[in-house]
């Protein structure tokens, strides 16, 4: 039987593929070794044991002087959009970031903007990167390798630097290799490290950045869809509006705004919150509604910054969370805590949130969407504003759909929903669109595409 190595080293990634037919059909037909940051850990042993799986636990090392250095030009050659906005105001969201001096920007902007245009420089510094980095972790995967003998090994954070030796380590061992980004922004905050034989992309759009920012050649693409969006079709798993609404706490006969936090990092979402609140509880909202807020369980405590809220009228904060402690993130990967997310989605009016991969979710569901743009009850630097989000290469490529309503203060923001709970079918022509280049297709089949892709690898189609 062919062996392969897959590793997993959030628990959103545990959620993404773990959870799905990518492993349920892949487990019956290979060896999978897991390498895991929680390989020890026995609730995750207990949930994913098989006969056909086995743990193997590897650490996240930190960067060394080196890394640091050559990583400074990994992120520069190329440079966008989302590359100047951190060069110039330091770390998104990140008050306490250093601030970088602005002749520094300057030099920066002046020699990489042309150097990112020279496709070649990327390979060069991936491969200095491949010939004098990462050699104790490289030699210490090597020996891994020889150990199992895996036949392919798939990297499912291949912008994390871990990953990166691994994949080199491939590379050394003449062992092919599937990647996988994390998240749809990781293509274009900087140049990976290691490139795998094939990339595996969620979309049109993530395959564009793979091609322009990764130097992968179209033909090492593959477009497979979301796979943690396989389960919103499950409408077995769908409740009632009465049972939900139950569930939760909630008033069934009133709207329901859904509120989406974007981390401990922006305690503004409190405020943006709170004139959702005041405004259902003044009734300039109409029809009558209620807030569901869903904080972002990927920081520890965030559902803390809404504790001026849990006592007010017809504001709900959703704080149901197993956490996972032993992945960075923390992040639950059980079926209630998605099930129970997939609910709040369907039966949701709509989706409030600021820049986030909830605009997707929302729009798996058809949802309206509004992308709040501005910092609350009081102005922000620019340096510390939300706003800075826009200029990302990949949230920027959202907003240019107009499929989703950005408001940039408080009254744009009552009036979006206001317009959205009359008639939520405004831009819905424009959300299919931003489904179809974002997201590809909600078939719940994009956890088997990913499959076939390994074992047309592995040679087993």
């Known amino acids: 039987m062919k062996k392969i190595f897959i590793t997993i080293s959030r628990g959103a990634i545990a959620r993404n593929l773990l959870k799905n037919d990518f ?48 990583f400074f030009f990994h992120k520069n050659l190329i440079y966008n959009g989302t590359v100047e906005e951190k060069n110039r105001w330091g770390v998104i969201g990140d008050s306490r970031s250093y601030q970088p001096n602005y002749v520094s920007f300057l030099v920066k902007k002046i020699i990489f903007v042309p150097l990112s245009r020279v496709r070649f420089l990327r390979g060069f510094a991936r491969l200095l990167d491949f010939l004098f980095l990462q050699k104790s972790e490289v030699a210490e995967f090597q020996e891994l390798i020889r150990r199992e003998k895996p036949d392919l090994v798939i990297s499912t954070n291949i912008a994390a630097d871990t990953e990166s030796a691994l994949l080199k380590a491939t590379r050394k061992e003449h062992i092919r290799s599937i990647g996988i980004a994390k998240s749809w922004d990781n293509l274009s905050k900087h140049s990976f490290r290691a490139q795998a034989d094939t990339i595996v992309v969620w979309s049109k759009f993530m395959a564009s950045e793979a091609v322009h920012f990764q130097n992968y050649a179209i033909k090492d693409i593959r477009i497979i869809g979301i796979p943690q969006f396989d389960r919103y079709v499950l409408k077995d798993k769908l409740l009632s509006r009465q049972e939900f609404c139950k569930m939760m706490g909630l008033d069934a006969n009133r709207r329901i705004i859904l509120f989406g936090s974007e981390g401990s990092l922006f305690q503004s979402d409190a405020e943006i919150a709170s004139i959702i609140s005041e405004n259902i509880l003044r009734n300039d909202i109409i029809p009558p509604s209620q807030l569901l807020i869903r904080p972002h369980y990927g920081y520890k405590a965030d559902d803390l910054k809404f504790k001026d809220l849990q006592n007010k009228p017809n504001v709900v904060i959703d704080r149901f969370n197993n956490p996972s402690p032993e992945f960075r993130d923390r992040w639950d990967y059980s079926e209630e805590f998605s099930d129970r997310f997939m609910n709040c989605l369907y039966h949701s009016d709509v989706v409030v949130s600021s820049f986030s991969t909830l605009t997707l979710d929302a729009v798996a569901f058809n949802k309206p969407i509004i992308n709040v743009s501005f910092d609350g009850k009081e102005s922000k630097p620019y340096r510390e504003s939300i706003a800075r989000w826009g200029a990302s290469t990949y949230f920027g490529a959202i907003l240019k759909t107009n499929a989703i309503c950005d408001v940039k203060n408080s009254q744009d923001l009552i009036r979006a929903i206001n317009e959205y709970l009359k008639d939520p079918s405004n831009r819905e022509v424009e959300r299919e669109k931003l489904l179809k280049d974002f997201c590809l297709v909600i078939d719940g089949r994009s956890g088997k595409r990913f499959a076939r892709v390994v074992l047309e690898e592995t040679g087993l189609l």
């Open 23 to 70: 492993f349920l059909v892949l487990r019956d037909k290979v060896k999978i070794v897991i390498l895991a940051t929680a390989a020890d850990d026995m609730r995750f042993r207990n949930e994913f044991k098989h006969p056909n799986v086995s743990f193997v636990r590897f650490a996240e090392k930190e960067h060394t002087l080196g890394d640091r250095f050559l």
